[in-house]
């Protein structure tokens, strides 16, 4: 559950600068009864791992690309249609028309219909975790729903659209601040059948007993963070730092990369996630009376519907330098101010 995390000591950076880089990517207004609080929205995952790119033996960036086995040709974005394979070989396709006409109905409201106990949602459902900010002048309502659901332990359930998109969600609050876990549909998740897990057998009474006590004599009353630390993220981690030192398989890029951000852009950026759990609890103790940022400039670009790919050919056009250098939301940026 996301509001584990809060349990952690967060020691926030002091850097205002980078604080200030964060920037929610949602907002809207969470709804129960005659009760409304507005929200930003803010990831609270990042992906682990490091990305690996695929390069050419010379160090180029290497570029993704559709192809057309039949015909032996590269195909353009422009020529790509959408289909759904019915059968073996068969496809019905779909037009972005009909895929418009089915979207849902656009909206800011998370509508809190349902309150549950927190263990009745399996952890099987939970897939991204986010923060939700407090995006209005006054806290209270938020202070109010937040202490409400932390009382009684409760989550709320309840859908919300999101580019485009629908989503089911649970709020969960801790420590006075509101977290959400976006929950896969039912149809998301595999029976034991599927998996082939064979039917649950008879056990004797006294191997229970035996085996319990075996889990209490390892069990410890908190998990500490080295536990949850990734060891081979670290190994390699290590490693390229150790190459990047020696000089050696070091390249230098002859070419901007134009290849598809491998990165989530709904990320925070790494180390930023207590700078986000500063701001909240500032914006709740009335220390920060600035609200966060809008999205709204950029998504309303022209640009907002490119890939990184036509980005980074439309920035290469018009010589907008440390193109290579940007994600996708800083070349919409510069292609905008460049228009």
Not at 1 to 10: D, G, W
Not at 13 to 30: M, V
Not at 146 to 158: D, P, W
Not at 283 to 311: C, E, H, I, N, V
Request: with cysteine; proline share 7%; net charge positive.
């Amino acid at each position: 559950m996301v509001a584990k995390k809060l349990r952690r000591e967060h020691k926030p950076k002091k850097d205002s600068q980078q604080r200030s880089a964060i920037r929610p990517f949602w907002s809207g207004t969470i709804t129960f009864g005659l009760v409304s609080v507005p929200v930003y929205l803010y990831p609270a995952a990042r992906r682990g791992g490091m990305p690996l790119r695929m390069l050419d033996a010379d160090g180029t960036p290497l570029t993704r690309r559709y192809y057309c086995p039949e015909h032996n040709r590269e195909v353009p974005s422009e020529q790509l249609v959408r289909g759904f394979e019915i059968e073996k070989d068969r496809y019905v396709t779909l037009e972005d028309s009909e895929l418009k006409a089915l979207a849902p109905r656009k909206s800011r409201d998370i509508d809190l219909t349902r309150f549950v106990r927190q263990e009745q949602i399996p952890p099987l459902f939970f897939e991204r975790a986010y923060f939700l900010a407090p995006s209005g002048d006054s806290t209270k309502a938020y202070r109010l729903l937040a202490e409400a659901m932390e009382k009684s332990r409760r989550a709320g359930v309840a859908t919300f659209v999101m580019r485009d998109k629908e989503y089911l969600v649970a709020i969960f609050a801790e420590r006075g601040i509101l977290c959400a876990e976006t929950l896969r549909f039912e149809n998301e998740l595999r029976n034991p059948e599927d998996v082939g897990l064979p039917p649950p057998v008879r056990v004797k009474k006294d191997e229970v007993v035996e085996l319990a006590k075996l889990v209490q004599r390892h069990s410890r009353d908190d998990l500490p963070h080295a536990a949850l630390e990734d060891h081979a993220t670290r190994r390699l981690h290590d490693l390229v730092e150790a190459k990047k030192k020696s000089g050696k398989d070091v390249f230098e890029a002859s070419v901007p990369s134009a290849e598809e951000d491998i990165v989530d852009e709904e990320e925070v950026p790494a180390g930023q996630q207590a700078d986000l759990l500063e701001i909240i609890r500032r914006s709740l103790q009335g220390r920060d009376g600035k609200k966060p940022p809008r999205q709204t400039p950029q998504a309303k670009s022209p640009f907002a519907q490119l890939t990184k790919q036509k980005l980074l050919e439309r920035a290469q056009r018009r010589n907008i330098s440390g193109r290579s250098k940007m994600n996708r939301q800083q070349l919409i940026q510069a292609l905008s101010e460049k228009a």
